[in-house]
């Protein structure tokens, strides 16, 4: 059964990835960078049996092109974002982060469907990997918190669109997590308060109840369980996993 990865070059997505080829899955490893693709590509059981292709997901077109020689899919992972502040003005990313985290996750899925519905599965899966910031309002970061919060909606209204077709979809919010990304935002976050990197962190913890980061292979497995072929009943979902920093 074959799998999209978007944003598989690091991080989480090359956690997920690595996850489901222990699965026995054959995956599709999207991004917009080929080299960090093809290194995800090389820590995978079975490597011969995946493929990458570099894209951007702002662009449907670019996304059809490298999705030409799929037949069709059992599950997507929408995982690809960035990340950051934004301010309104001349510099503004609002669009960049807008047009990347929601208008690209919109077209990925839609420009996947197809490939979905071909799938004989009785129950096919999409996961969206969003935010805990979808949940909460940080100020100078008005892009992101919306691009992430606009995917629970996405995630909500599309899950009752494709029930028909025996698709699921949820979406994970995950809180910090220890990746490169979150280690580059706690070394910006010393720098400001002009502190060491381990001040930070537990500065940064302290919301958080179990104060700590959660491991990008938590949240790898909480995907794969969600695709799994034994679980066809939780759909337009948003788990959390935070280690208690909400509890909605």
């Not at 070394?187 to 990197?197: H, I, T, W």
């Amino acid at each position: 059964m074959t799998v999209v990865i978007t944003g598989a070059g690091s991080g989480i997505g090359r956690c997920i990835a690595q996850t489901l080829a222990e699965k026995g899955f054959s995956l599709f490893l999207l991004g917009r960078n080929l080299d960090n693709l093809e290194a995800t590509k090389k820590m995978l059981k079975n490597p011969e049996q995946h493929q990458c292709q570099s894209c951007d997901i702002r662009s449907s077109g670019e996304i059809r092109q490298a999705l030409a020689n799929v037949s069709s899919l059992y599950a997507l992972i929408a995982n690809a974002g960035i990340g950051g502040e934004n301010q309104y003005g001349e510099q503004d990313r609002w669009r960049e982060i807008i047009d990347t985290n929601l208008t690209g996750t919109y077209q990925t899925i839609h420009e996947c469907l197809p490939l979905i519905k071909k799938n004989s599965a009785p129950f096919k899966k999409i996961i969206i990997i969003s935010s805990i910031l979808a949940r909460l309002g940080v100020p100078g970061y008005s892009g992101y918190c919306a691009s992430k919060a606009g995917l629970l909606g996405l995630t909500r209204s599309l899950a009752g669109e494709l029930s028909g077709d025996g698709i699921l979809v949820n979406a994970l919010c995950p809180g910090w997590v220890d990746t490169d990304m979150a280690q580059e935002g706690l070394q910006g976050f010393a720098d400001a308060l002009n502190v060491s990197k381990n001040e930070a962190y537990k500065e940064a913890m302290k919301p958080v109840p179990l104060g700590k980061m959660s491991q990008p292979e938590e949240v790898a497995k909480l995907v794969a369980f969600l695709i799994s072929e034994e679980q066809s009943s939780i759909s337009g979902q948003t788990l959390d996993i935070n280690n208690g920093a909400l509890m909605p």
